[in-house]
């Protein structure tokens, strides 16, 4: 899931300014999902590595 995220913001990244600015709302929700999703992950894997 998280590549899917990071992928869709990949994307984002390399339209052209002009149509990247119409989705800039679009641009920070994804970096957000990102964030939080990496911080799920590195919780997943500590928990993991505990049991």
Do not use: S, T, W
Not at 31 to 43: I, S
């Amino acid at each position: 899931m998280l590549y899917i995220v990071e992928k869709a913001l990949n994307e984002l990244e390399a339209m052209p300014r002009d149509k990247r600015e119409n989705f800039a709302h679009l641009d920070h929700e994804i970096r957000e999902a990102v964030e939080k999703l990496k911080v799920l992950k590195e919780k997943l894997e500590a928990e993991n590595n505990i049991k």
